[in-house]
């Protein structure tokens, strides 16, 4: 894998990962032989240690989920351990996922592996965390986001239907449906070193921060409205 040489930096990245022949299997596997959840956008399935949606670490009430053989032939091949855990994720057109990074203290290393639409993935942070970089996924391609680019800056996609094509020389293309396949490592010890307040859990819990989580938000909301209609 090459680093590419922007900010921020460590994201590298190798295009043609795998062939298309393998992609189109790919896809075929899941549209046809995996059972995604009955709902309308962003999908996920999960392999090895489930992610939490609610703590954005590992669910401990899930049991673990062994790979199967077509997984097993994706893993990275320039870790010397497996993946912890696999998230499978169907982007239909338009879909999107807001800013983020993902949880420093239950996550060491992350990979992610694009398949079917390109789409760019968009970068936040710099001075004042105002600063914004595109980067361009290309199907088949494996990007690894390491140092800046997975402590210090946010990475989402835009939920939109269209995408300006690369290059900026005007003009934009219909997103397409995308899957992608994201690879993570548990952080050995659960506390990471970086002291980034602002997206680090270790960090903001060692500072006596309570993160706020948007089901947490939702349930102290919810706990208000009840103790108050009791009250009155």
């Not at 800013?99 to 239950?106: F, I, K, L, S, Y």
């Not at 989402?156 to 239907?161: D, G, N, P």
């Amino acid at each position: 894998m090459e680093e590419l040489p922007i900010r921020p930096a460590g994201i590298l990245m190798q295009e043609e990962f795998i062939t298309p022949e393998h992609e189109a299997e790919l896809i075929r596997i899941f549209q046809n032989e995996l059972e995604w959840p009955a709902r309308s956008g962003r999908l996920s399935l999960h392999y090895g240690y489930t992610f939490s949606y609610k703590t954005f670490g590992v669910d401990t009430e899930t049991p673990y989920k062994p790979f199967p053989d077509w997984l097993r032939a994706l893993l990275p091949p320039a870790e010397p351990a497996p993946p912890d855990q696999v998230c499978l994720q169907h982007y239909p057109p338009g879909a999107g996922i807001p800013p983020h990074v993902d949880t420093h203290g239950a996550y060491d290393q992350l990979y992610a592996l694009s398949l079917g639409a390109p789409v760019p993935m968009q970068f936040r942070g710099g001075e004042g965390h105002a600063e914004t970089v595109d980067v361009e996924l290309p199907p088949r391609s494996m990007v690894r986001l390491s140092g800046d680019a997975r402590l210090h800056w946010t990475h989402s996609i835009r939920a939109r239907k269209t995408d300006p094509l690369p290059g900026g020389g005007g003009g934009v293309r219909p997103r397409g449906h995308r899957w992608s396949i994201t690879y993570r490592w548990i952080r050995e010890g659960g506390e990471c070193e970086c002291g980034n307040e602002r997206l680090c859990d270790t960090a903001q819990k060692r500072k006596g921060i309570e993160k706020e989580y948007r089901w947490k938000a939702a349930t102290d909301a919810a706990t208000t409205d009840t103790q108050g209609a009791v009250s009155t």
